[in-house]
């Protein structure tokens, strides 16, 4: 019989939770004093293709609306607030 130490397992369970989260940035946690209920663009590699995403930053610090762009560059938010995701 083998034994798999708790420490594995917490471990192995950690990179799972970290891989899901990385592929939806829905409801993931964004900085509440620089982008709290304002538009931003993001990229991450593990979601989208690696191509860019414009996504709102809610009042209370997550990731609320995502929407996916088609290529690496084509997400800006513009000073006045107006956003273009091609």
Do not use: W
């Amino acid at each position: 019989m083998k034994f798999i130490s708790p420490a594995t397992i917490i471990m192995s369970a950690a990179v799972l939770v970290g891989i899901v989260i990385a592929q939806d940035p829905t409801g993931g946690s964004c900085n509440q004093r620089v982008f709290a209920g304002k538009h931003e663009c993001g990229r991450s590699a593990g979601y989208n293709g690696g191509h860019a995403y414009l996504y709102l930053c809610s009042t209370d610090n997550f990731v609320t609306e995502v929407k996916d762009c088609s290529c690496i560059e084509c997400c800006s938010v513009a000073s006045d607030g107006t956003t273009q995701c091609t």
